[in-house]
């Protein structure tokens, strides 16, 4: 007969694996009926022997207490952002300076990805576990909102795979899939709550809540999309490399991912988003 800490175990191992295949492959393989029982049976479990909970069984996204204020959180690598250009001729201004500094005739391959309207977050990991999140802030010092975004089913509170660093921090955006603003903003005229402009705006409220029960009824998402801290541990030297890493480890990465061979490919990439942008649900 199995012990309790074994049905603990496969029962957060099965749960963490369909998470995984929801959130991440979006290939989930049971109903959300089954994944809803399985939830209760390791709830009912950990109730009665509340001293096996551990921080990062599925059971402990919500259960924070609501704060009186954000604490602040500084982080060890800034978290700067990108220059951006808004139309071709800046674009391929920018790409013969790129590759006018590597004064040779090698040629570049670019690695194309969606920029997502949301928030900006850092994630720390040790040894695999969700310790802490926070907002880019200033880009020195952002807010601990580690309590909302542990309430985000995308972002796993255990890493899984092999070769998974002692301390890493994944950065990335939480963002409000279109339906789900809509629901927000549905739910909150039939309530009359506030209505949100856009999907960021809503995005950032929801994860800046004090109370983290409120963030976990968002239908917020999170695509992860560079790293901070890496400390015993590698990563791949190319983007495209470090973001097929991030999957295996179990974190959301955009399907939109692309590796273009030049310029023209580039605009071709952009373009065709454009085009497909109503029917992304971004």
Not at 92 to 119: I, M, P, S, Y
Not at 204 to 211: H, M
Not at 261 to 274: N, P, R, T
Request: hydrophobic share 35%.
């Amino acid at each position: 007969m199995e012990s309790i800490e074994q049905q603990l175990t496969e029962l957060r191992t099965t749960l963490r694996h369909h998470e995984y295949l929801y959130h991440v492959m979006d290939a989930p393989e049971i109903p959300d009926a089954e994944y809803d029982r399985l939830m209760r049976e390791l709830r009912e479990l950990e109730t009665k022997h509340p001293e096996l909970i551990t921080p990062d069984s599925p059971t402990q996204r919500v259960g924070a207490a609501p704060l009186a204020a954000f604490s602040q959180i500084r982080h060890e690598v800034p978290m700067l952002s990108l220059d951006n250009v808004f139309d071709e001729e800046s674009f391929l201004a920018f790409n013969k300076r790129v590759q006018d500094r590597l004064k040779n005739n090698e040629k570049v391959t670019w690695c194309c990805e969606l920029k997502l309207d949301g928030l900006a977050v850092s994630i720390l990991y040790e040894n695999g576990v969700l310790v802490s999140a926070a907002t880019r802030g200033d880009g020195t010092t952002g807010e601990d909102i580690t309590s909302n975004v542990r309430t985000i089913r995308a972002i796993p509170l255990k890493l899984h795979g092999e070769n998974i660093p002692a301390r890493l921090e994944v950065r990335g955006e939480v963002f409000l899939p279109q339906a789900g603003f809509e629901k927000i903003n549905e739910d909150a005229r039939r309530t009359g709550g506030k209505v949100f402009a856009n999907p960021r705006n809503a995005a950032a409220g929801s994860l800046r809540q004090l109370d983290p029960r409120i963030t976990a009824k968002r239908p917020l998402t999170f695509f992860c999309y560079g790293v901070g801290v890496l400390e015993g541990g590698e990563l791949p030297d190319t983007h495209l490399g470090r973001l097929l890493q991030f999957k295996k480890w179990g974190l959301p990465v955009s399907d939109r991912v692309t590796l273009c061979e030049s310029a023209e490919e580039v605009l071709a990439f952009y373009h065709k988003v454009e085009e497909d942008r109503p029917t992304l649900g971004l």
